[in-house]
């Protein structure tokens, strides 16, 4: 992996658009090889930047390879947990997933939730780990946000294919782009003109009706540069309702105003829907994991097999999102000034299972960044930098009701609106003999307000007969109570590192900070007292009078932690590591809850947790040809003397997974890799631990070979021995033996392409 967890010392595309400390806009023409500056401490020797020709090498203007280099050697310095992907880890791939592109990244655990470009789940220091909510990470687009104002994401929107890069930027190293998280931030970097010149065109499909295009222009001329690329991908499925497909494509354009000032345009649109097959019980999963689950079964008058009807619902999802937006740079000197805005539109139909209904989104936000950094050509990062960050935005939502896959009556309808301000200082000081104190602070002011703008004096109820799920009980209604709030939130988030440089090749640090994440719309709203066979509002569903809220407004608090953490990177010869450990401590962590049926209970602030884990990369270089590299997980969460679940794991929570891979250039054309993803422990599915995932490996195999300098094809067979394990699952706070949670994984698949370069 060209990554900062292997320190690759080999050239890659310069990442123009990173969100790294000290980053600027680049179009200087492409040149194929430069020298690798090391880099002994934050304030020596700092890689040619854009500033000046007085501030550059003896050659004229610095290479797009050599400005990539400053990128990863600032990645290299950075006293936190951080990895930086490189677009030679994502591409050429038959069955491409951004589970598959940051598989090898430590500390970052991406589940495929239902198969190809989906809704996969992140966990990262303890985003949604309960289930895949959309919230908990910071997800950028060249530095631009994609999340919403109250800080949710559709992470199906996130596209690894299309990007040159991805930086992830794990725990207080985000808090500097504007998180207000305790997880992270993931940065994807575009292509550009001067990075990326030329056409490029591929075809690549296989196994569950896949099927993928993609195609890419780009170049430059005089003092201007632009790109434009697109990516299809649709596919049957490996389950009986499992169809998804995607359409997207962005572009920029990059203008150099002057020596010192450049800017940089972006547009892009996805468009994405997919089924949602469900989860099944774990005898069904190892069974027929190709099964849709049909929902809960009566014996004997007592219902078994709780969990969606997902056969009679066909939930599904349906987004599409438009992002535009501007990034300006200037340099005088040792000061750097940075000023972005973008503006993202989301148009969103999630058809949830009939205990949550049909839910409508469509809504715009706007996200506005202005940033100064003092930068002196002898430092690789900043001496001091501040940046302002101001997100507002407003959607309307409605909820209908699900009558077996179709839309029927409107139930409720909110107008939500939300802004976030936040603030960060933050300074990179040397101090004495390679020591160098890097502290910050950062303070966030966000309000979550919700307006109940359903006019009607009762909300519209339906059930299904649970002996026989296909016939409809009588319709009923229950009287409409308001659900408008108005939440207001901020705290502050300091923090403290201590690096230390022995050398040009290690960097040790240690570090504490403390977090602060305020709750998003979906945790501040919630349907409630459906089930598997009745719609919200209607918790027995032969009683269609039955007096019963349809929705829950907690009155949340934000969450907040404090952790400290440690960690040493660096190389030797061919080997080369990056390890990090951390310990948080939680207060009122956001935990969203589903009861033994499945169906939403809404979201809670758990009292007290703690988060512990260990997040390690390494990579060997065996000889010229054959390369391995491994990232290792660990994770235990826990609650802290809690008085339901004492201290018992948090549910979803993956204590370990392993990801190893094995490369061998075969010859300068053809390329072998055999990669191992391994699950060694019992994973939890309820907060009780009463049920639990069984651990799972699985092998893949990929080759690559070029035929000119043109044409490239490429092969894989993924989960060779077609192992049947569950990719992941839902989380309850207290299952039942019979609990329908699992979530199937792919058997094995196989997948080609091709792809040219013109």
């Not at 992002?323 to 999630?350: E, S």
């Amino acid at each position: 992996m060209t990554a900062a967890v292997l320190l690759s010392s080999t050239s890659q595309a310069c990442l123009a658009q990173s969100a790294t400390p000290g980053s600027t806009i680049t179009l200087e023409p492409v040149v194929v090889e430069a020298p690798r500056q090391p880099v002994r401490s934050v304030v020596r020797q700092r890689s040619p930047a854009p500033r000046s020709a007085a501030t550059v090498m003896p050659a004229a203007t610095p290479s797009l390879a050599l400005l990539a280099d400053v990128v990863r050697q600032r990645f290299e310095i950075l006293p936190g947990g951080v990895a930086l992907v490189s677009r030679q880890d994502m591409a050429n791939r038959g069955n491409p997933t951004l589970a598959n592109s940051l598989s090898g990244v430590p500390g970052l655990i991406v589940q495929n939730f239902l198969g190809s470009n989906d809704q996969p789940r992140i966990q990262m220091r303890g985003s949604a780990q309960q289930n895949p909510a959309e919230r908990g990470v910071l997800v950028l687009s060249n530095g631009l946000p994609i999340n919403r104002a109250d800080g949710s994401y559709i992470i199906g929107f996130a596209n690894a294919q299309q990007a040159e890069s991805i930086e992830v930027y794990r725990g207080y190293m985000a808090n500097r782009l504007g998180a207000t998280v305790l997880s992270g931030a993931i940065n994807f970097v575009s292509p550009t003109g001067s990075s990326q010149p030329g056409t490029q065109i591929g075809v690549s499909g296989g196994s569950f009706g896949q099927i993928n295009s993609s195609g890419q222009v780009g170049g430059k001329k005089d003092n201007v540069d632009a790109f434009i690329q697109f990516d299809t991908s649709r596919r049957d499925g490996y389950r009986g309702y499992n169809s998804s497909e995607r359409v997207s494509v962005n572009g920029n354009v990059g203008v150099a105003l002057s020596e010192n000032v450049k800017t940089r345009f972006f547009m892009g649109y996805t468009d994405l829907g997919f089924d949602v097959p469900g989860p099944v019980n774990k005898t069904t999963l190892y069974a027929n994991p190709k099964q849709v689950n049909p929902g809960p079964t009566v014996v004997g008058g007592v219902a078994v097999n709780p969990g969606p009807n997902a056969v009679r619902d066909k939930p599904r999802r349906e987004a599409s999102q438009f992002m535009v937006g501007n990034r300006t740079t200037a340099v005088f000197d040792a000061h750097l000034f940075d000023v972005a805005m973008g503006y993202i539109y989301t148009d969103d139909t999630f058809r949830f299972p009939i205990s949550s209904g049909v839910r409508t989104t469509q809504g715009g936000d706007f996200t506005g960044v202005a940033r100064y950094a003092y930068n002196p050509a002898a430092a690789l990062l900043p001496l001091f930098e501040t940046t302002a960050q101001y997100t507002v935005g407003s959607a309307d939502r409605g909820y209908y009701l699900n009558q077996s896959g179709q839309t029927g009556a409107q139930f409720g309808a909110n107008r939500l609106n939300a802004q976030t301000l936040s603030l960060y200082t933050g300074a990179n000081i040397p101090v004495w003999h390679q020591l160098v104190v890097s502290p910050s602070i950062s303070y966030a002011y966000a309000t979550r307000d919700n307006d109940d703008v359903y006019g009607s004096a009762r909300r519209p109820t339906i059930a299904y007969n649970p002996a026989n799920p296909t016939v409809l009980l009588p319709n009923g209604s229950v009287a409409t109570q308001s659900t408008s709030y108005s939440r207001n939130y901020s705290g502050w988030s300091p923090s403290l590192a201590l690096s230390y440089r022995p050398d040009a090749v290690q960097t040790f640090f240690i570090a504490g900070s403390h977090s602060f994440e305020p709750p998003t719309h979906d945790d501040l709203i919630a349907t409630i007292n459906g089930t598997p066979n009745s719609s919200p509002g209607r918790p027995t569903p032969g009683n269609p009078s039955l007096a019963a809220a349809a929705f829950a407004t907690p009155n949340l608090s934000a969450q907040t932690a404090n952790t400290v953490e440690g960690g040493w990177r660096g190389r030797a010869d061919r080997f080369s590591w990056d390890v990090v450990t951390y310990y948080s401590w939680v207060d009122n962590e956001l935990l969203t809850l589903r009861d033994v049926t499945g169906a939403l209970l809404g979201a809670v602030n758990a009292d007290r947790t703690t988060h512990f884990g260990v997040e390690l990369g390494a990579g060997m270089k065996f000889t010229d040809r054959l390369s391995g590299r491994i990232a290792y997980t660990y994770q235990d969460f826990r609650f802290v003397d809690d008085p339901s679940r004492g201290n018992n794991r948090l549910g979803g929570v993956v204590p370990h997974l392993i990801y190893a891979q094995l490369q061998l250039q075969a010859t300068d054309a053809w390329m072998v890799q055999g990669a191992v993803r391994w699950s060694p422990a019992e994973v939890a599915v309820d907060n009780m631990n009463t049920l639990f995932a069984d651990p799972y490996a699985v092998v893949d195999l990929r080759s690559e070979y070029q035929i000119d300098k043109t044409f490239r094809v490429f092969g894989e067979i993924t989960n060779l021995f077609d192992k049947t394990y569950a990719a992941t699952t839902l989380v309850v706070d207290q299952a039942t033996a019979s609990q329908a949670a699992f979530l199937p994984a792919d058997g094995r698949g196989f997948y080609a392409g091709i792809k040219a370069k013109f």
